[in-house]
């Protein structure tokens, strides 16, 4: 079995190299590009590291509300989620729904935006 690179590791090079070479050399429009393209390994680096954990807490927080089968989707349980919500069978009033909300949305936020003012406040 090959075990190395991993491909969290192949994107932290290809990251590196973006940082530490190319994008020193550049300028305008390309400089520019070369932050974007960082910024999106960055966000995919997260993405790897952090969301399997957040879609298992958010599937155990959503069979909890839900009274879902343990075999239930993250998927089928989301739709499920808004189908209540758009029905009024669930509200903010609803017992966890607006701590899973606001856990998810953290979660979500942690990935795609960890410097966002909104996140630290959360947080705090």
Request: charged fraction near 20%; aromatic fraction near 4%; hydrophobic fraction near 45%.
């Amino acid at each position: 079995m090959h075990d190395a690179p991993s491909p969290s590791e192949i994107i932290a090079a290809v990251k590196s190299f973006i940082d530490d070479a190319a994008a020193p050399q550049l300028t305008g429009h390309a400089a520019f590009h070369a932050r974007v393209a960082s910024n999106v390994l960055a966000t995919l680096l997260r993405e790897l590291e952090q969301r399997p954990a957040a879609e298992s807490e958010e599937a155990t927080r959503l069979r909890a509300i839900l009274k879902a089968a343990p075999t239930t989707t993250l998927d089928a349980m989301n739709r499920d989620l808004c189908a209540r919500i758009r029905d009024g069978e669930m509200d903010a009033a609803t017992p966890g729904l607006f701590a899973h909300l606001k856990a998810t949305t953290i979660a979500q936020l942690s990935i795609d935006q960890p410097n966002y003012s909104g996140l630290k406040a959360a947080l705090s």
